[in-house]
């Protein structure tokens, strides 16, 4: 192993956890467009919102000792989804485990971060093991028409899914600006388009996917820090528009506000609700529950559903913690607990025609 490598396999929870990543140097490997409101040159960001974090806290955090122990199995209470090849006049969600979900919507079929891998590591003999199987055998996926990559975080790029996904040649892959030269350069077939926030491409008749602004960050490795655009999506379908949110902090919310300003109400927003623990280091990066349901009233999100918990453990809170502290949220915030619903891998929510 080379000194690089050896170097990245001593840091992997810090590559895999959204909160830091050391950089140096100028280059950009992944990109060369001119200077943008939201890009120096050399690394990408959004006005007015900082999220690096310094060594010191870095250290502070793992050398705590409050992690709480999950269990090596999680499973889910679900049975593994077979979804049917499409869907027609409504919308089916299945969840495949952390941030991966299948989304079939007239016609169209739709994958978001979609992560089979047993870990969220660039190696397989360490990093972040999963603790339950994903809700969908692969070999029983239906054609995949659009895969979405939020960003390029070990929980979210997998590039061996992706090398299996790139198998079907009418699959196509849609990323923001500087993460096709990460997936291609893996593997040439995992043909990319990329976008700029504010950005959208069609992905099926009536089925539109807008590129959105998020509180969070990017980085593969040791040295490439905000070098690759991240983002949320609006999935704009005849049953109404859908905002999943892959990675975000909540900051003071305006994103989420902004969201509704220029899309409307939101049918659902699937909202991540884990990976918040501690709450002074991972703040920046990852909303809690209480920023969940907060997100959801910004939003103005008819119905959210809940990921981003119980497969991967990232942070230091109970694998069982997040859905505890959502229904809590509910409760405080007198919304019935079936409007923000909690499933795990293989569970099904199925959406109808927009009112």
């Not at 029983?140 to 895969?147: C, E, G, K, M, Y």
């Not at 990675?247 to 884990?274: Q, V």
Request: with cysteine; charged share 20%; net charge positive.
């Amino acid at each position: 192993m080379n000194r690089r490598r050896f170097l990245a396999a001593l840091t992997l929870p810090v590559l895999a956890v959204p909160g830091y990543a050391t950089w140096r140097g100028r280059n950009n490997p992944y990109y060369s467009g001119p200077p943008s409101e939201n890009f120096d040159g050399t690394r990408f960001f959004l006005n007015g919102h900082t999220v690096d974090t310094n060594r010191m806290d870095l250290l502070r955090w793992r050398l705590s000792g409050n992690k709480a122990k999950w269990p090596e199995s999680y499973p889910s209470p679900y049975p593994k989804d077979t979804p049917p090849p499409r869907v027609v006049n409504t919308t089916r969600i299945s969840y495949v485990g952390h941030a991966s979900v299948l989304i079939q919507t007239h016609g169209v079929n739709i994958l978001v971060d979609p992560v089979w891998s047993k870990r969220a590591s660039p190696f397989q003999f360490a990093g972040p093991s999963r603790v339950n199987e994903p809700g969908i055998d692969i070999s029983d996926l239906p054609p995949i028409d659009a895969v979405l990559v939020s960003h390029n975080h070990y929980d979210h790029l997998d590039l061996a899914t992706l090398t299996k996904l790139a198998g079907n040649a009418k699959t196509r892959f849609f990323a923001p600006l500087a993460n096709d030269a990460i997936m291609q350069g893996h593997d040439p077939r995992i043909k990319t388009r990329t976008f700029d926030w504010g950005e959208k491409v069609q992905v099926g008749r009536g089925v539109v996917v807008h590129f959105e602004p998020a509180y969070h960050w990017s980085a593969r490795g040791l040295f490439d820090r905000r070098m690759a655009l991240w983002c949320a999506f609006v999935i704009e379908t005849p049953s109404g528009k859908i905002y999943h949110v892959a990675d975000t902090a909540y900051a003071d919310g305006e994103l989420f506000r902004k969201a509704r300003a220029k899309h409307g109400d939101f049918r659902l927003a699937i909202l991540p609700i884990g990976a918040y623990a501690p709450r002074w280091f991972m703040k920046k990066n990852h909303i809690n529950p209480d920023e969940a349901v907060a997100i959801m009233r910004e939003c103005g999100a008819q119905e959210a559903m809940a990921h981003h918990w119980g497969t991967f453990q990232l942070t230091d809170e109970p694998v069982d913690e997040p859905p505890q502290l959502l229904a809590k949220a509910l409760a405080r915030e007198q919304i019935r607990p079936g409007r923000f619903k909690v499933v795990q891998p293989g569970g099904v929510i199925a959406l109808g025609n927009a009112g």
